[in-house]
């Protein structure tokens, strides 16, 4: 597996202290996503999100938001995720 690009420490406590996902819905702060994106996410991605900052937060986030990504094709488009959710 190709290890994904981490980014400035600060980028991460942004990400954790804020209260926007990755997909632009509202998400805790303290939790790395939504609700509907963690759900997504395999269960050792979801454990990996639980490591603290600097033991591996970093890469666990990297990880989930390049296979949120790839496997959930409209992880940025809520309404067109929302259709499906509806639909199934
Ligand atoms: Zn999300």
């Known amino acids: 597996m ?6 400035e420490r600060a980028f ?3 990400v954790l ?3 926007e996902c990755q997909c632009d819905r509202p998400k805790n702060r303290g939790k790395a996503f939504c609700y509907r994106c963690f759900r997504e ?4 991605m979801q ?11 970093e890469q666990a986030y990297e990880e989930a938001v390049k296979w ?3 496997n959930v094709c409209d992880a940025h488009d809520g ?3 929302l259709r499906r959710h509806r639909e199934s």
């Open 41 to 44: 996410l395999p269960t050792a």
């Open 68 to 70: 949120l990504q790839t």
């Open 47 to 57: 454990r990996a999100l639980y490591r603290p900052l600097g033991l591996g937060f």
């Open 79 to 81: 309404s067109e995720r």
């Open 17 to 19: 202290a804020g209260e």
């Open 2 to 7: 190709k290890v994904p690009q981490i980014a």
């Open 12 to 14: 991460y406590v942004k």
